[in-house]
């Protein structure tokens, strides 16, 4: 019988064609392709949840300051001896007690802050370009805590519809702004973490801010007042993804591509489509004016 060679009844092997490989190869990039977007969602989603989570605690901390103190945060504490702005007065009901009681000693102005996170957007891209860690991205609304003892029942216009907080950029073409520091100087590039602001002079100080005002009486009707001339500018409503070197730091910012999100005098949070009525908007900055401000 002839000899059989070794090899004999065992299964030839046979390699991947080039073919093969490219079709295996596109395939898996076909299914990349597909999944980058729904995870890119899912983290956007997860996102606008901590960026909302985040004004829920300013407006729930803003209700228990009333509570405490029985009237909201004046824009700077005059019962201190360090002037301090509203979220720094805020600190002690967002289980950052010992953060306030720092600020609150003369000494403050040497120590080095640490992040406070609930004051930071994820979608704010410019904290990154900021040394100091004192930079918040979310505003509060001038024209409410501009009234010293004023509470949330003279709100006249109704707490669901009146915004106590807005994201705002930290850092706007050179325009800094924190959480401490009260102060709105147009003089410098270092502002208060407020919007909306108004000056009831006509000094530079108040030329900082879009702010809002009644254009009509009957009904009432509210727009974007020029920070320069006081004229009605009926577009202006809110920036979305814009670049930190050239957005408009008169107005309100978001690195959100839904929308502006905002925490409302009731403890709720919603957010401004880009495509909001002019007046909606700006009709929700103002607390008493009369309007009758609906929502989508």
């Keep these: 019988m002839p000899n059989r060679p070794a090899s ?62 029985g009237r909201l945060p004046f ?29 609150s000693r003369p000494s403050a102005t040497t120590f080095e802050p640490p992040k406070v996170p609930s004051l930071r957007s994820p979608f704010d891209p410019t904290l990154k370009e900021r040394p100091n860690e004192i930079g918040t991205s979310y505003a509060f609304n001038f024209q409410v805590f501009q009234t010293r003892g004023r509470t949330l029942n003279h709100i006249s216009d109704g707490t669901s519809t009146t915004v106590l907080f807005s994201e705002r950029y930290s850092l706007c073409r050179g325009v800094d702004r924190d959480f401490i520091w009260p102060g709105v100087d147009a003089n410098s590039n270092h502002r208060a973490a407020c919007f909306a602001f108004q000056s009831t002079t006509n000094s530079p100080r108040g030329r900082v801010d879009y702010y809002p005002r009644v254009v009509t009486l009957s ?21 979305i993804r814009p670049r930190p070197v050239d957005c408009d730091p008169r107005q309100l910012s978001t690195g959100d591509p839904t929308g502006l999100p905002v925490a409302m005098a009731d403890g709720s949070v919603r957010a401004f489509r880009m495509a909001v009525d002019p007046a909606v908007l700006w009709g929700s900055i103002t607390p008493s004016a009369g309007e009758v401000v609906a929502f989508e």
């Excluded at 065992?10 to 995870?39: K, N, Q």
């Excluded at 005059?78 to 007065?89: F, N, P, R, T």
């Design 8 to 69: 004999f009844g065992l299964a030839r092997r046979r390699g991947f064609s080039l073919v093969e490989l490219l079709v295996v190869i596109a395939t898996i990039a076909v299914v990349i392709g597909l999944l980058l977007p729904a995870v890119q969602k899912v983290r956007e989603a997860a996102a606008r949840m901590q960026d909302g989570n985040h004004l829920k605690q300013l407006a729930l901390a803003t209700h228990s300051y009333e509570g405490a103190r």
């Design 75 to 103: 824009i700077v504490d005059l019962d201190s001896v360090v002037l301090l702005g509203v979220h720094a007065q805020l600190m002690p009901y967002m289980e950052q007690e010992a953060y306030y009681m720092h600020l």
């Design 219 to 239: 009904p009432p009707t509210t727009l974007a007042a020029d920070p320069i001339t006081g004229l009605a500018t009926p577009g202006v409503t809110f920036q």
